[in-house]
């Protein structure tokens, strides 16, 4: 899951990409409004964090950009802005929630949850074969037995089950696993496939993680 975040204070963005990271998620940040909305239109975000008082382009300008080109992607307003007026005025501009400053990382890491399971409310589990996903708790089981996983891990395997038997190339994984502008030098990707493959597939009587020479990986159970 990816998720961008608007916001001009750098302590407040370094602490909220810190903790979202920590829960698996891939996190961009934005020190201003200038380019927030061109950049939501053109990369596959699953939920933008946005304030209102940024350099630039306000929050409610950014918000109308992302309408215009992402109606269903979800927006949450978090601001220092925090009286009543102020809060109607954010829901009534298309935002689809708002919280104000100061705020509890952890209830804004439980209402992105709550927003990404509202846009796919039939999609709380992913079945591969006999492997399982739970997005809602974040279990993995396969054959019954519980899997642990580090959130990268995790990460990297709810995002190819969302694209089962379908390769996935190496920076497509990635831009939407990782950060943007990681090191494309990197062996990070292959790191996480092999340990991936010790925790679900190895004693199995078939693997789920496949590599596809020259294009990168895919989880199915087809042979």
């Known amino acids: 899951m990816r998720v961008l975040v608007v916001e001009d204070e750098t302590k407040v963005a370094s602490f909220i990409q810190s903790a979202?990271?920590?829960?698996?998620?891939?996190?961009?940040?934005?020190?201003?409004?200038?380019?927030?909305?061109?950049?939501a239109a053109i990369i596959?975000?699953?939920c933008v964090v946005l304030d209102l008082m940024l350099p630039g382009r306000s929050g409610f300008q950014v918000l109308r950009d992302i309408r215009a080109k992402k109606p269903e992607l979800p927006v949450i307003i978090l601001s220092a802005q925090a009286s009543a007026e102020?809060?109607?005025?954010?829901?009534?501009?298309?935002?689809?929630?708002?919280?104000?400053k100061p705020f509890v990382v952890a209830e804004l890491s439980a209402r992105i949850r709550a927003l990404l399971r509202r846009g796919k409310p039939r999609e709380t589990r992913l079945r591969v074969g006999d492997l399982e996903i739970d997005m809602v708790r974040r279990r993995v089981t396969?054959?019954?037995r519980n899997i642990e996983l580090k959130p990268k891990e995790y990460a990297l395997l709810e995002f190819l089950a969302h694209h089962i038997d379908r390769p996935?190339?190496?920076?497509?994984?990635?831009?939407h696993v990782w950060d943007i502008h990681f090191d494309s030098i990197s062996n990070v990707v292959e790191v996480h496939i092999n340990s991936l493959r010790n925790k679900i597939d190895k004693?199995?009587?078939s693997p789920l993680i496949h590599t596809?020479?020259?294009v990168g990986y895919m989880l199915t159970d087809q042979p």
Do not use: C, F
């Open 44 to 46: 596959d975000y699953d």
């Open 20 to 39: 979202l990271e920590q829960e698996g998620y891939a996190v961009d940040v934005l020190p201003d409004g200038d380019d927030a909305g061109a950049q």
């Open 203 to 205: 004693g199995a009587a």
């Open 168 to 175: 996935m190339t190496r920076s497509h994984i990635i831009e």
């Open 86 to 100: 102020e809060r109607v005025a954010g829901l009534n501009a298309t935002a689809d929630d708002y919280m104000a």
């Open 142 to 144: 396969r054959g019954g």
């Open 212 to 214: 596809v020479r020259g």
